[in-house]
């Protein structure tokens, strides 16, 4: 099956830093999506991108099927944006989620 | 515009009793998709439905584990029997296509059920 890795797999910024989360994958996807685990545990939906470059805010996300990789950029960190970053893939209808990026932003 | 619906939030059994976990899809849309995650893990695909069918349940216990989608009402995650190591938190999702068949396919998570088995 595919393999889905996140790199880093921990990392803490000073509020205000920035950062990038990379998401490798093993094989050809139809969709990919970054997705954010708050500390309470729910699941936010941050982007839904197959291809391409979108912006929201202070995130941003750019990803190059051919070469399987996704990058999510979050610049200006907060304290808010702590928690657990996700990248999933589907190819059949089925998301395959990496290990996820554990962010901690420091005040 | 509700999002998807799960419940209970948080949910405790004793081992041997059952547990069973509903979850309302967006309005408008009609795949369901049920995920597990472990503590410290990903999310990890148990099973898709549309209504009244079943498509692929590969992820999913071959025991004591059940999931429908009626054409009335929620769909249900039953397990039967709980042991401890079903503890986790369930999350549905849900998507407005056909992922099989069309690319597009964004699916949107609920806020989960939270499982404790005692």
């Known amino acids: 099956g595919i393999q889905v890795e996140q790199s880093p797999p921990d990392l803490i910024l000073q509020e205000g830093a920035n950062s990038t989360l990379r998401c490798n994958f093993s094989?050809?996807?139809?969709?990919l999506q970054w997705f954010h685990q708050n500390p309470w545990g729910q699941l936010i939906n941050l982007f839904y991108i197959p291809s391409g470059t979108k912006q929201n805010g202070r995130l941003s996300a750019t990803t190059v099927a051919t070469e399987r990789y996704s990058l999510l950029y979050i610049s200006s960190s907060q304290t808010t944006d702590s928690g657990v970053y996700f990248c999933?893939?589907?190819?059949?209808?089925?998301?395959?989620f990496g290990t996820g990026t554990r962010l901690k932003v420091l005040a | 515009n509700a999002g998807v619906m799960q419940n209970p939030r948080h949910l405790v059994r004793r081992r041997g009793q059952e547990a069973r976990l509903r979850c309302s899809p967006m309005k408008g849309h009609s795949h369901v998709y049920w995920y597990r995650q472990l503590p410290e893990e990903g999310l990890k695909f148990m099973v898709y439905?549309?209504?009244?069918?079943?498509?692929?349940e590969s992820g999913m216990p071959k025991e004591r584990f059940s999931a429908e989608f009626p054409k009335e009402g929620p769909s249900i995650l039953r397990i039967q029997q709980v042991v401890r190591g079903d503890s986790a938190a369930y999350f549905c999702?849900?998507?407005?296509?056909?992922?099989?068949?069309?690319?597009?396919?964004?699916?949107?998570f609920g806020p989960g059920t939270r499982l404790t088995v005692l």
């Open positions: 999933a893939v589907e190819r059949t209808y089925k998301y395959i």
């Open positions: 999702a849900s998507s407005p296509v056909q992922g099989r068949k069309i690319k597009y396919n964004e699916q949107f």
């Open positions: 439905l549309q209504k009244e069918n079943i498509i692929d």
């Open positions: 094989d050809s996807v139809n969709n």
